[in-house]
């Protein structure tokens, strides 16, 4: 087992991950607007500040760094790291790495128009909810059942557990 420790949240979160299992979590930092393909940690100067990190607590001798990017903006990042030794890599696997970063890239961009959508959908239906009210209360002329309509509305809308109108004299 190898303990890594992935920045999330502002907080260093221990992880215990053994070789060939995936470690996904959140980053907080803006360095993703580029690949860094790395073959010796020990003295490449794309990971100067991360040496000591690397190297003594995480034991990464090479490594690639993705990025995730949707419509050019980065939102995160692919790690693949070798443990064994130093490492070459080939530029099939830059490619691949990068092909996994775009699928990622579809998978969280899908996930967040369907968080948008479901939003629209659910104001939709407050709004036709509304209109539909709006149409009760212009038909009806009792005050009475037009409040309470209004009043049950508001409940359901709201997800409330109960409500009440109070008019004053």
């Not at 920045?7 to 860094?36: M, N, W, Y």
């Not at 020990?42 to 090479?62: F, G, K, M, S, Y």
């Not at 995730?68 to 995160?76: C, E, L």
């Amino acid at each position: 087992h190898t303990e890594a420790y992935e920045r999330v949240s502002g907080s260093h979160v221990p992880v215990v991950f053994e070789q060939g299992k995936a470690l996904v979590g959140r980053i907080t930092s803006s360095r993703t607007d580029a690949p860094v393909v790395v073959s010796d940690t020990a003295t490449a100067p794309e990971v100067a500040e991360d040496r000591a990190r690397l190297r003594e607590q995480l034991n990464i001798q090479a490594l690639m760094r993705i990025p995730i990017s949707i419509q050019g903006k980065p939102i995160g990042r692919i790690n693949v790291s070798e443990m064994r030794g130093p490492r070459q890599w080939a530029p099939a696997d830059v490619m691949f790495a990068t092909a996994v970063a775009n699928v990622a890239a579809l998978v969280v961009e899908r996930h967040e128009r369907e968080k948008v959508e479901g939003r629209l959908r659910e104001r939709n239906a407050r709004l036709n909810r509304l209109i539909e009210v709006s149409n009760v209360i212009h038909s009806t002329l009792d005050p009475e059942q037009a409040l309470n309509l209004i009043l049950r509305e508001a409940v359901r809308v709201t997800r409330a557990t109960s409500g009440s109108v109070a008019l004053l004299n």
